[in-house]
């Protein structure tokens, strides 16, 4: 029988560094950043464009009629944030509903009511 030998290698130690090595390890300052001021009137335009659907803000009467058709409550609408840029484009508020119109190939013309949160 042969004699197995186990030879376990120790760790290496880790080099000390010099004091020159570590100040050559310090990351630089950050220079400030610079203030980039934006225009005080900024201007959305509505985006045409054929992949986006038609967007139109519905009147509050409109609202209640659709409603009252469906049998639903505000709640019940699906939703859609106000910093979606179709609605940037249109300065809606919470709580207002938009009346979504997409072409289909099955249907001609889809609707969708969302209301904006």
Sequence with gaps: M????KSK???AKKAQKTKKAVKAEKPK???PK???EKE???VIEQIVHEYIPKHEPLQPEDVEAVLTKYGIG???LPKILSADPAIKSMDLTRGDVVKITRNSKTAGEAVYYRVVI
């Design 40 to 42: 005080e009137e900024e």
């Design 9 to 11: 290698a120790k760790p």
């Design 2 to 5: 042969a004699d197995k030998k």
């Design 74 to 76: 505000l709640h019940h």
């Design 29 to 31: 300052k950050a220079e």
């Design 34 to 36: 610079k203030k980039v």
